[in-house]
């Protein structure tokens, strides 16, 4: 599938972008190069396949929430890009006033 100019400088309009126009042809030619990728799906036989109404999974497989040792605070704290024997260090804009 080709993508034309005008298309690119439409979907460039919706998503509120301004593009050079030594790029719209370049955009043009990748757009058209997606969508001839997508449109292979067409070619896979979907017959057996049941329709996905919901992708996400309604139950997930968790280990027992057991108690266990957690890190040694020096492993911990070892690669805190700020840290002191206390603990993590933060910006001050956290600290409170």
Partial sequence: ???????VL????????EIEESAVSVLAE???KILDYVRKLDELD????EPTLQV???SAPLRKDEPR????KSLALSEAPRADQAGFL????????
């Fill in 1 to 7: 599938m080709s993508i034309t100019r005008e298309e």
């Fill in 30 to 32: 990748d757009l058209s």
């Fill in 90 to 97: 933060v910006p001050g804009f956290v600290d409170e006033t």
């Fill in 46 to 49: 979907t017959e057996s396949v």
């Fill in 69 to 72: 040792q957690g890190l040694e």
């Fill in 56 to 58: 996400t999974v309604n």
């Fill in 10 to 17: 439409a979907i460039a309009s919706l998503a509120r972008l």
